[in-house]
């Protein structure tokens, strides 16, 4: 996102909705790179949830990777 991401409104809300909730960050980092969260299943069940972040601060919805988890199938030795 460079120097665009600072320019879309989605960002501004989220860094202040962050801000108002009481996060504090140490801003270190490269802060260039946008992020992800992925639920993987046993053996062949594959990727059950892919989450990534479209912009600074893209949230993902914590209902789903729960329910993402509870499809994780044990894998038999």
Known sequence: MMLSGFFRLGVWQNFFRAWRSGYSGNLE????TLGGVYVIGAGRQGV?????????????????VLEAAEKIKTQAS
Do not use: A, N, Q, T
């Open 29 to 32: 980092g490269e802060g260039f």
């Open 48 to 64: 059950l949830l892919e989450h990534r972040e479209k912009e600074f601060g893209d949230k993902v919805s914590l209902p789903s």
